[in-house]
């Protein structure tokens, strides 16, 4: 059996893995490091994978590194980690070989959720999970004889993948379970004229059902899915976007896992101070004993620099915030995310001025523990670190919310929805749900 022994060990190469390998190099540039994945690629933003399918973003515009760029880091693709054995410090891989560490940084990232209807039968031809580059390749080429597409999942994956496509000019039915699109991090209101937006582009936008059957054609591909409503949906194309969960699998037989979580403290140490685990696949164990699961971009990033400066560390430093702040342009629309709302806290908003600006904060104890700015995100960074820093704001809630400009009028989103489909696509009209 073949064995390669390293002093850092990073498995799984999205935006905290890499990270946490290339912060690593530079730290310590004296430790061998290796870095593996079991996709074929990695170094490429997953964010932009909507954009990239829908045929916005030429391939190469994915990637922030290439396989030669130096660096110093060794990395293996196409490399799938089956076990780890804690006592050894060893982990085995598919193939057989072991990769010996004194360090290691788990970064293995969250697998597509998958729809119980699927989990009943086989799942016919058409059907993607909105989640890797490789499946992402297959979409984009399985689109071009089969432009009907139903997204499963409101979220900002099926959010976001709804609009490119729709931008592209491809017809898009978009299916959230819950009242409102973004459920997990705006409020009814605040959602509401997002979701007027993505209508005004030709998105229908169907709340508050899901998907409880499908067909399939002769050749075995998807032909249509049913609504829990009982309405049929014809479709070629069916992505899901309901979220991920931990791809943990290789490590449930150790004990790092904490009632069924990977857990880590704030320097993102496991209870077995050598292995650190970050990104996606985590739960933050906060000093006040809550656990935060901050799963966005901007996080893994800053989760990857400190555990990869962290690993050699006497005396490793704290991940300084587990905020989920997000930026994002809906199509023409800014939107500022700082975290969805926590159990039991209250919302303060202030709509306007015009529908399509809204700015709101889930405040608990006087505290912002999150909340949304839409339309108008002047002000955001001074907002974060307000929240970060859980600043009281009881005497300062009417200031913080109060818009910063007045650019948007009543009606512009209509009005940006209506240009980018006159320019965008010939007009077909959204029926509602
Ligand atoms: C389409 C899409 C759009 C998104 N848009 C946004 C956005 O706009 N803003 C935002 O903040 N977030 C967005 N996200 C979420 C964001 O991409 C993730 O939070 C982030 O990529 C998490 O990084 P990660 O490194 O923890 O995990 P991942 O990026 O999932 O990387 C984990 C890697 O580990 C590999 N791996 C897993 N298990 C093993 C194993 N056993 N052996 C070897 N390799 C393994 C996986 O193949 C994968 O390459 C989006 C996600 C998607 C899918």
């Known amino acids: 059996m073949n064995e390669a022994n390293f002093d850092l060990v990073v498995v799984g190469g999205g935006a905290a893995g890499f ?35 829908a045929g916005k973003l030429p391939e190469e515009k994915l990637f922030f590194w290439r396989p030669g760029e130096g660096m110093g880091l060794e990395v293996r693709t196409n490399v799938k980690v089956r076990s780890l054995d804690r006592q050894a410090k060893r982990l085995t891989l598919e193939s057989g070989e072991t990769l010996g560490y004194q360090c290691l940084i788990l970064a293995p990232g969250g697998r597509p959720v998958v729809p119980p209807v699927f989990e009943r039968s086989v799942t016919p031809d058409g059907v993607f999970p909105v989640r890797s580059l490789g499946v992402a390749r297959e979409i984009k080429a399985w689109l071009l004889a089969h432009r009907d597409i139903v997204v499963l999942g409101g979220g900002l994956v099926g959010s976001k993948t709804s609009v490119f496509l729709r931008l592209a000019g491809f017809s898009v039915t978009l299916v959230e379970r819950e009242a409102h699109i973004l459920p997990t991090v705006l409020s009814a209101n605040t959602a509401r004229p997002l979701q007027r937006h993505l209508e005004n582009m030709g998105v229908r936008v169907c709340t508050g059902t899901t998907i409880d059957r499908f067909k399939a054609d002769a050749a075995g591909a998807v032909k249509a899915v049913r609504l829990a409503t009982g309405e049929w949906v014809p479709c070629g ?146 907002l974060h670190f307000t929240m970060a820093n859980a600043e009281d704001v009881s005497q300062r809630v009417a200031g913080l919310l109060a818009p910063r400009t007045r650019a948007f009028r009543p009606s512009t989103w209509t009005r940006l929805g209506q240009s980018y489909r006159a320019r965008n696509f010939a007009v077909k009209e959204s029926t509602p749900c």
């Open 19 to 53: 990270n946490a390998a290339l912060s690593c190099r530079a730290r310590y540039p004296e430790k061998r490091v290796v870095l593996v994945d079991q996709e074929p690629e990695v170094g490429y933003y997953r964010t932009l994978l909507p954009m990239f399918m």
């Open 237 to 382: 194309t069916f992505l899901v976007g309901i979220g991920s969960t931990p791809d943990v699998g290789f490590i449930r037989e150790t004990d790092l896992m904490r009632d069924g979580e990977l857990v880590v403290s704030t320097t993102l140490q496991t209870v077995d101070p050598a292995i650190f685990a970050i990104g996606d696949a985590v739960a933050i164990q906060t000093p006040d004993g809550a656990r935060a699961h901050p799963w966005t971009w901007p996080q893994a990033v800053a989760q990857g620099k400190l555990a990869g400066t962290n690993a050699f560390s006497a005396s490793p430093r704290p991940l300084k915030r587990t905020t989920r702040v997000n930026a994002q342009n809906i199509s023409g629309v800014p939107l500022m995310i700082l975290g969805g709302p926590g159990v039991g806290s209250s919302i303060e908003a202030r709509p306007g001025p015009g529908e399509g600006v809204w700015r709101e904060f889930f405040l608990d104890d006087s505290r912002i523990v999150g909340g949304a700015l839409v339309g108008d995100i002047a002000g955001a960074g001074p």
